[in-house]
């Protein structure tokens, strides 16, 4: 069923909560999980429903995710048929090339909508992380003659300094969004969007064209909250594990959390395996006195020190007599011999001095940046 649809990912967002790990990247290509880049996720659950026709709007700081995605070849969109298209923003005479929200984004590749042949659109963002496939969603959408599904999970814990985009859903017995609430301070569902949602072509372009005409820039705060109790908007559960980048706190927890086995099979279900650019690196390589217990090691690391409860990407080096615990260590970080990180988060190509102690908490890690000296 959902070879009638087509997938719309808005790659724009920017949180600023995120700090110094979306200086020079989008949140789109934020690592995540050892070797994996949040993009992938979404992009993998929309292949794995069987959509080939996949356009990605970008805004800024786009660069690292084209690099990573280049012809869409790990996900099998390098295709002579539809594929993965890249939607940049350009400059004419009506779009100055900056968007002011969602909106401005997607009137922008109206183009690139009218002409996918695909009825229905699965319009997506890309911070929230999870692994599903979208049929029985789109079923549910048609059986109940919806004009938007939103699909949600149920979030019990809520902290005021995460927020970001969070948009909570309030049903009725059948299922039917009765109330939209968008960064409510104290929310009054714990029904929380997974930033996911089913909308047929036609009615997403009438949407963005009145909203546009308006002055409204936002989707989901100018459309969906709006209209609420005009469009039929229905909600879809899902059960499964949720993680939703939002801040560096949440970013630290949902990569620590991997290390739980059955959060890691959820997360990486065989059934739906999550794809990602192939790198060809060896294998990890382990000196004589390591002790690594309880960790996440990607290919082509070298540990010769200590390492428990952390995840490391590719390339990372532990030195002899250096200890590295619950941290998140990015491609190609150096630890020297008698470096301590505790509740770190080291970017891409930092270099840890002999005999330098950093430690954070669980609450407030500390976030080294990319290419930093320490």
């Given at each position: 069923m959902t070879d009638n649809a087509f997938g719309l990912i808005y790659t724009g967002e920017s949180n600023m909560q995120l700090r110094d790990l979306t200086t020079s990247r989008s949140i789109a290509a934020v690592p995540f999980g050892g070797r994996y880049r949040c993009i992938d996720f979404v992009l993998s659950c929309m292949v794995n429903s069987g959509i080939s026709n996949i356009g990605l709007i970008t805004q800024k700081n786009y660069h690292?995710?084209?690099?990573?995605?280049?012809?869409?070849?790990?996900?099998d969109l390098n295709?002579?048929?539809?594929?993965?298209?890249?939607?940049p923003p350009f400059v004419t005479k009506e779009n100055t090339g900056i968007y002011k929200g969602t909106v401005d984004a997607l009137r922008s590749c109206m183009g690139y909508?009218?002409?996918?042949?695909?009825?229905?659109?699965?319009?997506?963002?890309?911070?929230?992380?999870?692994n599903t496939i979208y049929d029985e969603m789109l079923e549910a959408h048609i059986k109940n003659g919806a004009d938007i599904t939103v699909m949600y999970s149920v979030e019990s814990s809520f902290s005021p300094d995460d927020q970001f985009d969070d948009l909570r859903l309030q049903t009725d017995d059948s299922g039917r969004v009765t109330d939209l609430e968008i960064d409510p301070y104290r929310p009054k569902s714990d029904f929380q969007s997974c930033d996911v949602f089913i909308i047929e072509k036609t009615l997403l372009e009438y949407l963005i064209e009145d909203a546009y005409s308006h002055a409204d820039h936002d989707f989901i705060r100018d459309v969906l909250v709006k209209k609420v109790r005009s469009l039929k908007i229905y909600g879809y559960r899902y059960d499964g594990y949720v993680a939703r980048l939002n801040s560096i706190g949440l970013f630290y927890k949902h990569n620590m959390a991997l290390l739980d086995g059955s959060?890691?099979?959820?997360?990486?279900?065989?059934?739906?395996?999550?794809?990602?650019?192939?790198?060809?690196?060896?294998?990890?390589?382990?000196?004589?006195?390591?002790?690594?217990?309880?960790?996440?090691?990607?290919?082509?690391?070298?540990i010769e020190g200590t390492v428990k409860n952390s995840v490391l990407f590719r390339g990372v080096h532990v030195a002899k007599d250096a200890v590295v615990e619950n941290s998140i260590l990015m491609q190609a970080t150096n630890v020297l011999e008698g470096g301590q990180l505790s509740h770190v988060v080291a970017d891409k190509g930092v270099t840890v001095k002999r005999g330098r102690k950093i430690a954070g908490y669980d609450s407030f890690p500390v976030v080294l940046r990319k290419n930093m000296t320490v």
């Amino acid at each position: 069923m959902t070879d009638n649809a087509f997938g719309l990912i808005y790659t724009g967002e920017s949180n600023m909560q995120l700090r110094d790990l979306t200086t020079s990247r989008s949140i789109a290509a934020v690592p995540f999980g050892g070797r994996y880049r949040c993009i992938d996720f979404v992009l993998s659950c929309m292949v794995n429903s069987g959509i080939s026709n996949i356009g990605l709007i970008t805004q800024k700081n786009y660069h690292s995710l084209m690099d990573h995605l280049g012809s869409g070849k790990e996900w099998d969109l390098n295709r002579k048929r539809d594929g993965l298209f890249i939607l940049p923003p350009f400059v004419t005479k009506e779009n100055t090339g900056i968007y002011k929200g969602t909106v401005d984004a997607l009137r922008s590749c109206m183009g690139y909508v009218r002409r996918s042949p695909q009825r229905y659109c699965i319009l997506s963002g890309s911070h929230t992380i999870y692994n599903t496939i979208y049929d029985e969603m789109l079923e549910a959408h048609i059986k109940n003659g919806a004009d938007i599904t939103v699909m949600y999970s149920v979030e019990s814990s809520f902290s005021p300094d995460d927020q970001f985009d969070d948009l909570r859903l309030q049903t009725d017995d059948s299922g039917r969004v009765t109330d939209l609430e968008i960064d409510p301070y104290r929310p009054k569902s714990d029904f929380q969007s997974c930033d996911v949602f089913i909308i047929e072509k036609t009615l997403l372009e009438y949407l963005i064209e009145d909203a546009y005409s308006h002055a409204d820039h936002d989707f989901i705060r100018d459309v969906l909250v709006k209209k609420v109790r005009s469009l039929k908007i229905y909600g879809y559960r899902y059960d499964g594990y949720v993680a939703r980048l939002n801040s560096i706190g949440l970013f630290y927890k949902h990569n620590m959390a991997l290390l739980d086995g059955s959060v890691r099979q959820d997360v990486f279900n065989g059934e739906h395996p999550i794809y990602t650019k192939v790198k060809d690196e060896v294998p990890a390589r382990y000196g004589k006195g390591a002790e690594v217990t309880n960790s996440i090691i990607a290919d082509g690391c070298i540990i010769e020190g200590t390492v428990k409860n952390s995840v490391l990407f590719r390339g990372v080096h532990v030195a002899k007599d250096a200890v590295v615990e619950n941290s998140i260590l990015m491609q190609a970080t150096n630890v020297l011999e008698g470096g301590q990180l505790s509740h770190v988060v080291a970017d891409k190509g930092v270099t840890v001095k002999r005999g330098r102690k950093i430690a954070g908490y669980d609450s407030f890690p500390v976030v080294l940046r990319k290419n930093m000296t320490v």
